[in-house]
């Protein structure tokens, strides 16, 4: 195997999780429907405001890669539902389908050999690259899919 293909399996890997984190389906799965709006004690935000804040900031990074055009929403307030906002069972499906399709986008970008994961993407800023925000994105919701993991955790929220 050269090179090129093992940092790309590697960053594959990474963002797949499931190595040193928890995967995004794991700590989805079987969640229960009673909780989804429910904030858990001492954090202002629910578990669905969790997976949306995943998926909107996984989103933007995907749109930045791959669109000349688009704008980022504002830091932090566009990254994040409405404090009041609520969801049911679709919603949260719809969140959690969502997600998935976009990571899988950024997977096959970075899967793709005709994607030069080191050159600066054309639209971006400061030398951005796609692995760059292949990373941040591993990075960002690594973070985030262990937060809910312990919010579940702490909300008894896990299967018996």
């Keep these: 195997m050269n090179t090129d293909q ?25 969640f229960p429907p009673s909780l989804m709006n429910v904030n858990p004690p001492n954090v202002p935000y629910t578990p669905w405001h969790l997976i949306e804040h995943l998926r909107i900031t996984q989103w933007d990074i995907l749109e930045y890669i791959r669109n000349p055009e688009y704008v980022s929403p504002d830091w932090p307030v566009g990254y994040w539902p409405e404090r009041s906002a609520k969801t049911d069972a679709a919603g949260w499906q719809h969140t959690v389908d969502q997600f998935q399709a976009d990571a899988r986008a950024i997977r096959d970008l970075v899967a793709d050999s005709k994607t030069d994961l080191l050159a600066p993407i054309p639209h971006g800023y400061g030398g951005h690259t796609i692995l760059r925000e292949a990373l941040l994105v591993a990075d960002h919701n690594a973070y985030h899919i262990g937060e809910l993991g312990i919010l579940r955790q702490v909300m008894n929220a896990w299967p018996k």
């Design 6 to 30: 093992a940092l790309r399996n590697h960053v594959i890997a990474l963002l797949d999780g499931g190595q040193a984190h928890m995967t995004y389906e794991d700590v989805v799965a079987d």
